[in-house]
């Protein structure tokens, strides 16, 4: 059973702070991450995704893959109480034509 | 460019009825996945299609169906409707493959009575 990770939270982090997203995931063979944020009541939205090992940075936002260790994290500088909503980590199955969910985790971003 | 469109996006059934989902996906996709979410829970995928085949179905029982029609448009049937069934339905587009780059659209609010 392929899996994906994640802290439910709630994470509370200051504003102005960095908040640090954690995902793990079990299926070696995974090539495609992505990170997701959702407000409650609406759908998901793309915030990056990442295929290679190493840091990719989106303005205030910077993935990391760790490919070896199985984990991939979502950081966010200066957070905003903006960005206060659930942050969904997927990861690509085996060729499977599907992509694996984590439960998500809820961060709180306190003014 | 348009992004994915769901109708209707709320819906409010009983128990017993049958009801039909549409999901029009991003011009020049071909990927359709949908899902459901359940207050507290992640995405819990129900299929996925391409050029008009399901290529992959999650674990959900036979009352749920789908189909995707040569436009790549598609919908899904839930029939014999149970009060567990009350969530919000989401469709996402993708190029080719989930493993692209995928994209909601704004649900479908589904309540059972």
């Known amino acids: 059973q392929k899996e994906v990770e994640q802290n439910s939270g709630p994470l509370s982090v200051p504003e102005g702070a960095i908040a640090s997203l954690n995902c793990t995931y079990s299926d070696r063979g995974s090539q495609s991450f992505f990170w997701y944020r959702q407000y409650s009541g609406k759908s998901p939205e793309l915030i990056m995704s990442?295929?290679s090992n190493g840091d990719k940075e989106d303005g205030r936002f910077t993935a990391q893959l760790n490919k070896a260790s199985q984990y991939v994290s979502l950081l966010i500088r200066d957070s905003q109480p903006s960005d206060s909503a659930t942050y969904l980590c997927a990861v690509s199955g085996d060729s499977n034509y599907q992509l694996i969910w984590g439960a998500g985790t809820k961060l709180i971003i306190k003014p | 460019k348009a992004g994915v469109t769901q109708t209707p996006r709320y819906l409010i059934k009983t128990r017993g009825q049958q009801v039909t989902l549409s999901c029009s996906p991003i011009s020049g996709h071909r990927s359709v996945s949908w899902y459901q979410q359940t207050p507290g829970q992640g995405l819990q995928f129900l299929f996925e299609y391409f050029s008009e085949t399901q290529r992959n179905k999650g674990n959900f029982p036979g009352r749920f169906s789908g189909r995707q029609f040569s436009n790549s448009r598609s919908e899904m049937n839930v029939s014999t409707l149970e009060l567990g069934d009350s969530a919000l339905y989401l469709c996402a587009s993708s190029l080719d493959s989930p493993d692209d780059t995928q994209y909601f659209g704004p649900g479908t609010r589904l309540t059972v009575l």
């Open positions: 990442i295929y």
